[in-house]
Structure formats: C-alpha cells, structure tokens
C-alpha cells in the first residue's frame, strides 16, 4: 500500500506517528501504557484521528484506561508502507 | 502415469502419476505456511488465527501453489528417472517456491500504471487476515476475563478489595470507592464489576492463583 496523501501529511507529525507505531507494532496496548510515554491532550487528539481513518479501533472496558487500542487490516497496510519507506 | 485415450488419437500423456501427491502437499504446505505467516504478521497465536478471513487468504495461497505446482511438474517430470519416487516432493517444492518468485515480481500495467500487483493484493488479504486474527485474539481475551471476572464475585468482600487494591490502587487512586461507586450508579453488582476490573489488567494466571486460594 503506497501512502496516500492525507496519510502521509498524518504521519508528518511526530506525535501522530509515534502515537501509531506504539499501537501498531505491538499491534494492541492498553490506554494506560500510552498515558506513560504521551500527554493526555496528544493522546486525545492523535486517538481520535487515527480512530477516523479506521487505522486503530477500541476496545472499551470497566475503567478508560484499561481500555484497548487495536490495529486495523489498513493500519497494518500503513505500518508495511512506513516500513517500505524506512520510517518505522 | 494417468493415460488418456482419446479414440483414433494415441494415447496422450496429461498426468504424471505423482501429481496428486504433489498436490496434496502443496495445498498442506500452504496452508501451514500461511498460518505461519498471519499467526506472524498478527503477533497472535495460531489459534486465534482460526478466522474466515485466514481461511480465505489460505484458500487464495493454496490455489496459487496448486497452479505453480501442475506447471512444475511438467519440468520434474523430466528429471532423471531414477528420482521418480520423489518427483512428488520436487513438484510441490518447485511450484511452491516458483509461486513466491512469481508473486514478487508479477505486475501488470496499462499506459505505465500498475493494474494488477498479485503481491500486492496478497498483502491486502494477508492484513485483513491479520487483523480479523487480532479482533479474535481479543475476545477470546474478553471470554476469559469474564469468566475470571464471575469466578471473583463470589470471593468476599474483604479478600476481593484486598487483591483489587493489591494491584490497581497503584495505577487508579481510590480504587474500591471509584468501582462501587461506577456500579452504584449503573444500577450493577458491585463485586462482578470489580471482578471485571481485576481480570482486565491483572494476568491471568495471577488471578487463577488467588482464586484457587481462595475457593479452597
């Protein structure tokens, strides 16, 4: 899968990225991992985005920290074309 | 040797006897092979990987293998005879790896634009595989929890705040209050909810241990 062009401007920022492969190459985390290593505002804003472009999803549970992120089958396309490019 | 007799036409030669078994193992291999990949790609273990999805990206595999596999054996077939006990294994090994070798390097294009990348569809249907394995993964995950979750509800109050506490309080500040309080307000029961809480973040096999203490 090539990088379409709301993709590639997604991963531009460092944040998004990071955000995505801390998710993706584990391929699921719990929200409580991610707490430790991002801001809450980072992780509100870049959660919410990566979820709108279905490249992530959430599993909830008893209490938002525990719950799950996820990747999805174009998450995983996207982690192979960030591989391709030698950005992962 | 399967030989054909097509009436006033002499006999002609279309299946070399080992074909079958070459077939077979190329349809095996693939399939092991593909479970090895999507079990891989997912990072999930193979049972989780049992999904319509990888059945579907196994099936496509296989049949490329098969294919691979019949044109093969058309070269194996003139292989020294004395090897003809093994044509078999030299088919499907052939077809299998020439099938990768094809999947690499196959992509048709029209006026400089590529309309059909076989790897690159393989890969579509290898991630969604992947993906549809992880989603599996994870409610079998959410299964147990909520077994493991039932099994603590019945454990006392006191030991059950005790293990939450053990573990959550580190993580939530007033842990016990914000869970009875979360159940108190959706009207729900207040140890299964902890249950729940526990199961979720605590390892499995930790939660087993305290169960069995607790239930002996």
């Known amino acids: 899968m090539a990088l379409n062009v709301e993709l590639t401007n997604?991963?531009?920022?460092?944040?998004?990225?990071?955000?995505?492969?801390?998710?993706?190459?584990?391929?699921?985390?719990m929200v409580r991992d991610l707490k430790s290593r991002f801001s809450d505002d980072v992780l509100n804003k870049t959660i919410n985005r990566l979820k709108?472009?279905?490249?992530?999803?959430?599993?909830?549970?008893?209490?938002?920290?525990?719950?799950?992120?996820?990747?999805?089958?174009?998450?995983?396309?996207?982690?192979?074309?960030?591989?391709?490019?030698s950005l992962v | 040797m399967l030989v054909v007799d097509s009436g006033?036409?002499?006999?002609?030669?279309?299946?070399?006897?080992h074909l079958g078994w070459a077939l077979v193992f190329a349809v095996v291999f693939s399939f092991v092979l593909a479970s090895i990949e999507i079990s891989n790609v997912s990072k999930k273990p193979m049972r989780s990987c049992l999904v319509?999805?990888?059945?579907?990206?196994?099936s496509i595999r296989a049949f490329g293998n098969v294919v691979a596999t019949l044109l093969a054996s058309v070269l194996v077939a003139r292989i020294d005879p004395a090897l003809a006990n093994f044509?078999?294994?030299?088919?499907?090994?052939?077809?299998?790896?020439?099938f990768e070798t094809i999947l690499k390097n196959m992509n048709v294009t029209v006026a400089g634009a590529g309309i059909l990348t076989l790897q690159a569809w393989m890969d579509k249907a290898l991630n969604?595989?992947?993906?549809?394995?992880?989603?599996?993964?994870?409610?079998?995950?959410?299964?147990?929890i909520e077994k493991l979750a039932h099994r603590l509800s019945k454990i006392k109050d006191e030991e059950l705040n005790a293990f939450v506490i053990t573990y959550l309080a580190s993580q939530v500040p007033n842990i016990v209050?914000?869970?009875?309080?979360?159940?108190?307000?959706?009207?729900?029961?207040?140890?299964l909810h902890k249950g729940y809480a526990v199961a979720t973040v605590v390892s499995r096999s930790q939660v087993i241990a305290f169960l069995k203490e607790q239930e002996n």
Do not use: H, M
């Not at chain 1, 599993?59 to 192979?80: C, E, Q």
């Not at chain 2, 319509?52 to 196994?58: A, D, K, N, R, W």
């Open chain 2, 128 to 144: 969604a595989a992947s993906a549809a394995s992880i989603e599996s993964d994870l409610q079998r995950t959410q299964i147990d």
């Open chain 2, 177 to 191: 209050d914000t869970l009875e309080k979360a159940a108190a307000a959706n009207k729900a029961n207040p140890r």
């Open chain 2, 52 to 58: 319509f999805p990888s059945f579907l990206y196994c």
């Open chain 2, 8 to 17: 006033t036409a002499p006999a002609l030669t279309v299946l070399p006897a």
């Open chain 1, 52 to 85: 709108g472009l279905d490249l992530i999803k959430e599993k909830p549970s008893v209490i938002d920290d525990f719950n799950t992120l996820y990747v999805t089958a174009d998450g995983l396309s996207a982690v192979r074309a960030l591989q391709q490019r």
């Open chain 1, 10 to 29: 997604l991963f531009e920022d460092d944040a998004t990225r990071g955000v995505f492969e801390a998710v993706a190459l584990p391929r699921t985390i």
């Open chain 2, 87 to 98: 044509y078999w294994l030299f088919a499907a090994f052939l077809g299998i790896f020439s």
